[in-house]
């Protein structure tokens, strides 16, 4: 069946970095493109971009340019999101969710907190 | 970016009432509308793809209509396990969200 499997719960401090995976298995990774959204707590739902996953480009909307890195290993059928300089409002959950929005990764929570 | 408006924001509702909620979009998105019901902890799930189509295994108590800048998401009877965040989101242009409409039990 088909799977997005993320990492786990992250506790991070301000200005430290981390990198989400979002494992996909079920389909053939490169038939879609992987996209990431971000919710943070008792909000709602944030577009971040997507990835080309056969070709490897991001594209990233206007408020994650600047800190937000998405990545693949294709042979492994992950994706990746990195953040980096992470600041008190990237305190949220992230979700992978492949281009047709009919399967989600879990979800992440992210916490980052002095 | 288009903006998307999510009324009401909560709905408090009982079991085997019909519910409408509402979705409108700042500029025509034609049929390019999702529905996702999201559950305390849990991830987004799709309901309702371009604005009328039920994804597959979703209740059909569940239904989707409109086209251009007016949608609405029906739930012909309300159940218990809809408890839940329902969000509508466009893809006609830059994905975005509404705010949500949270459905509660009467």
């Known amino acids: 069946q088909i799977q997005l499997v993320q990492s786990g719960p992250e506790l991070k401090k301000p200005g430290e970095s981390l990198k989400i995976s979002c494992k996909a298995s079920g389909y053939t990774f490169t038939d879609y493109a992987m996209q990431w959204v971000k919710q943070a707590p008792g909000k709602g739902l944030q577009y971040m971009g997507w990835?080309?996953?056969?070709?490897?480009?991001?594209t990233y909307a206007d408020d994650f340019k600047e800190r937000f890195v998405f990545s693949l290993e294709t042979s492994a059928s992950t994706a990746y999101l990195q953040i980096n300089n992470l600041k008190n409002e990237d305190t949220a959950t992230y979700f992978c969710?492949?281009?047709?929005?009919?399967?989600w990764g879990q979800g992440v929570m992210v916490t980052v907190s002095s | 970016d288009i903006q998307m408006t999510q009324s009401p924001s909560l709905l408090s509702a009982s079991v085997g009432d019909r519910v409408t909620l509402s979705c409108k979009a700042s500029?025509?998105?034609?049929?390019?509308l999702a529905w996702y019901q999201q559950k305390l902890g849990e991830a987004p799930k799709l309901l309702i793809y371009?604005?009328?189509s039920l994804q597959t295994g979703i209740p059909s108590r569940f239904s989707g209509s409109g086209y251009g800048t007016d949608f609405t998401l029906t739930i012909s009877s309300l159940q218990p396990e809809d408890v839940a965040t329902y969000f509508c989101?466009?893809?006609?242009?830059?994905?975005?969200f509404g705010a949500g409409t949270k459905l509660e039990l009467k």
């Open positions: 500029q025509s998105i034609y049929s390019s």
């Open positions: 969710a492949r281009s047709t929005t009919d399967y």
């Open positions: 371009s604005a009328n």
């Open positions: 989101h466009q893809y006609y242009s830059w994905p975005t």
């Open positions: 990835i080309n996953t056969q070709t490897g480009k991001p």
